[in-house]
């Protein structure tokens, strides 16, 4: 039987390393959370099936009736059409039609939304940037992606993609990037990126260092080291900081937010990352956008972004009704 209450919604969130689905009220709680590895190598044939096999499971665990389903993936993809045309960390999902699959599945309309700008919402509407008019929110994982909101609305951009900001150049001639340029933030400051800058820096001179005694390098270890004052850690993890910082100084200086808000598993590193951000990004940002901005770690931690796609959801819901969405917080419609 299914429960009373607020209205619910599916989520489903599509990452390059995992797969997170859960139920969302209209409070912004999620339900019956389940999180699977990704395992790329599958492809969306295989994929796809077992990541709605897991919208079921959430929807019978939770005992809600479920009014919508948010869909939320790295892009590029096209949120109108919802189809995704190629997310970068998912090889092989050239022109999938995830919403008119999601729809035929579970019998309900569907909506699709670049992950991080359905976390952006979300920490708008329900995290670290409730009491904020103008946020910026960046998901630092396997890649890097990011959302904004400007005077109280979500930007999209004209063709849904708006907010890539892994790909502000932090480098001239850098390292490369999956997105064809080279010296992109997202080939210093991703999880994927840490990891393989420090298998480089092993390979070529970190004999000395704790991480050369580790089967596989991982972002992780790269903190865990630097804590413990391993010198090519530091280097490789202050680098980290120094790209993150730049970015962040830039959007800083152009979009003036009250809140900057850092998520996404690197951000696991806490203090670590946070505090050496915020300092460069003060200490560099012009003077008045500086006093005005604020970096902090997500408030809505792991699920930022399935209750992102929550309420992106909700929105639709309200679109399809053709009430009450302009006067939700953060209401999307462009």
């Known amino acids: 039987m299914m429960a009373d209450g607020p209205r619910a919604v599916l989520s489903l969130d599509i990452g390059g390393t995992k797969l997170a689905v859960g139920v969302v009220t209209e409070d912004g709680r999620t339900h019956a959370l389940t999180v ?6 599958e492809g969306p044939g295989a994929i796809v099936p077992r990541l709605f096999a897991m919208g079921h499971r959430a929807i019978a665990e939770s005992g809600r009736r479920v009014d919508a389903v948010g869909i939320s993936c790295g892009g590029p993809l096209d949120a109108k059409t919802g189809v995704l045309t190629g997310p970068l960390h998912l ?8 919403v008119e699959l999601a729809e035929r599945e579970f019998g309900v309309p569907a909506v699709l939304e670049n992950d991080a700008t359905a976390g952006a919402l979300g920490e708008f509407r329900y995290g670290a940037a409730r009491d904020a008019d103008t946020m910026v929110y960046l998901t630092i994982s ?3 992606g990011g959302g904004a909101v400007i005077d ?17 150049l932090v480098r001239t001639g850098g390292r490369p ?9 997202e080939g210093y400051a991703s999880g994927t990126s840490i990891a393989q800058r420090a298998r480089e820096a092993v390979a070529e001179r970190g004999a000395d260092s704790s991480l050369a005694q580790l089967a596989e390098v991982r972002a992780e270890d790269v903190v865990a ?23 962040l100084t830039d959007l800083v200086n152009v979009f003036e937010p009250d809140l900057v808000v850092l998520g996404g598993g690197v951000t696991r590193s806490g203090d670590a990352l946070v505090v050496p951000v915020r300092e460069r990004v003060a200490a560099a940002a012009m003077a008045p956008a500086a006093a005005a901005s604020t970096v902090v770690l997500a408030g809505l931690g792991d699920v930022v972004c399935v209750v992102g796609a929550g309420a992106v959801a909700f929105d639709r819901l309200d679109q399809l009704a053709g009430a009450g969405a302009a006067d939700r917080k953060g209401d999307h419609r462009g």
């Open 91 to 98: 090889p092989g999902w050239i022109d999938l039609p995830i």
């Open 36 to 41: 699977e590895p990704t395992r790329r190598e």
């Open 225 to 247: 080291a630097a804590a413990q004052g391993d010198a090519l850690a530091t280097e490789l993890w202050d680098e980290t900081v120094d790209a993150l910082s730049i970015a």
């Open 177 to 185: 990037c999956l997105c064809g340029r080279r010296g992109c933030l």
């Open 152 to 168: 109280g609305r979500l930007h999209r951009g004209a063709a849904g993609n708006g907010g890539e900001f892994g790909h502000v």
């Open 142 to 144: 396997t890649g890097i």
